[in-house]
């Protein structure tokens, strides 16, 4: 096991919605900023989303609009609408053991636990 469990991936039809949760497994406490980063077959890892301990979004333009992004005390929470073929990518959950999320909660440096991901394939 990660330190980060992802779930949720699979298939996807554009213009479709999809559901990833992610559970911190070893991480000694909340971690205030957690965060998805994906990764597509052009290989450059981008942050999509992230979220603080107070429930504060950030989201990348790529899916601001069509993101939600939401945690509680057991898990992390990330809904995509209206899905591109963009979207396809591995989708990996971070978390910061920063007592703040900085001015760029997007940006992979914050981050210092990570799982493993879950691949998203969108297509017709």
């Known amino acids: 096991q990660g330190q980060l469990a992802e779930s949720g991936g699979g298939s996807q039809e554009i213009g479709g919605s999809l559901t990833l949760s992610c559970v911190p497994n070893?991480?000694?406490?909340?971690?205030?900023?957690m965060a998805w980063f994906r990764q597509g077959p052009g290989g450059r890892r981008e942050g999509v989303a992230a979220?603080?301990?107070?429930?504060h979004p950030n989201y990348a333009a790529s899916v601001n609009g069509r993101g939600a992004i939401s945690r509680d005390r057991t898990r992390m929470t990330l809904e995509i609408n209206d899905l591109k073929q963009e979207d396809t990518a591995m989708y990996v959950c971070?978390?910061?053991?920063?007592?703040?999320?900085?001015?760029?909660?997007?940006?992979?440096?914050?981050?210092?636990?990570w799982g493993q991901g879950t691949q998203v394939t969108v297509s017709s």
């Open positions: 971070a978390a910061s053991s920063s007592v703040s999320c900085g001015m760029n909660s997007l940006s992979q440096g914050l981050y210092n636990f």
């Open positions: 979220i603080d301990l107070d429930g």
């Open positions: 070893t991480i000694p406490r909340q971690p205030h900023c």
